[in-house]
């Protein structure tokens, strides 16, 4: 592995940097581009909101970035810890109704509602789920967001574990594919929301 992108922990005076990043990667996301129809309210929220999310899961789970600067990050929450969008407005990210406003506030209501329904339905309790997993977009294809899957992908193999995504670009599949996971379930979110896919990986032996 190239020791630029050798994966460390995502430290607290990073996460605003971080979140910066993420805010890059998801800037087009089709669940985000309907979450906040306006690119410019898009580009004010999601920075703050990143960060939020980076230090849920590390408080929650892991969180991995790159060595020197923040390429990209992994944001994972450990088995046993079940998200629930009551537990994330109880854990950092209560202002997110403010910030986001209330049409933004409740696209991502409803689609965080029907996926906690998929997600607990089509995998075992015990899982390693990823919220988020982004890397900055001109760096992207370089082999950066495997490498920052590899520490939970091997601690999930080794304690016989499954793992868990969702994602609404359909070009991300092989890349997913490529590190053990298949499609669960796929869809279109209510609402006129995106066609999304949940994705689910069995430990490897």
């Keep these: 592995m190239n020791p630029a992108t050798e994966p460390v922990p995502l430290v607290p005076q990073r996460m605003r940097e971080a979140g910066e990043v993420l805010a890059r990667a998801f800037h087009d996301d089709p669940h985000w581009t309907w979450v906040f129809p306006s690119e410019a309210r898009r580009a004010q929220v999601m920075p703050w909101f990143m960060a939020a999310l980076a230090k849920y899961c590390s408080r929650h789970g892991e969180a991995y970035t790159t060595t020197g600067k923040i390429e990209g990050a992994a944001l ?60 900055d977009p001109p760096r992207q294809g370089q082999g950066i967001g495997g490498a920052l899957l590899q520490p939970v992908l091997a ?49 490897q032996a």
């Design 155 to 203: 601690r999930a193999d080794a304690e016989g574990l499954w793992c868990y995504l969702e994602t609404e670009k359909e070009k991300n599949l092989p890349f997913y594919q490529g590190h053990g996971f298949e499609v669960a379930a796929e869809g279109d979110l209510p609402g006129d929301g995106p066609r999304f896919w949940t994705m689910r990986r069995k430990p």
């Design 76 to 135: 994972w929450l450990a088995p046993g810890y079940r998200e629930s969008v009551v537990q994330m407005m109880l854990s950092g990210l209560a202002p997110t109704p403010l910030k986001f406003g209330l049409a933004a506030f409740r696209r991502l209501m409803r689609s965080q509602g029907y996926y906690e329904r998929l997600h607990k339905r089509d995998v075992p309790p015990r899982h390693w789920y990823l919220p988020t997993l982004g890397v």
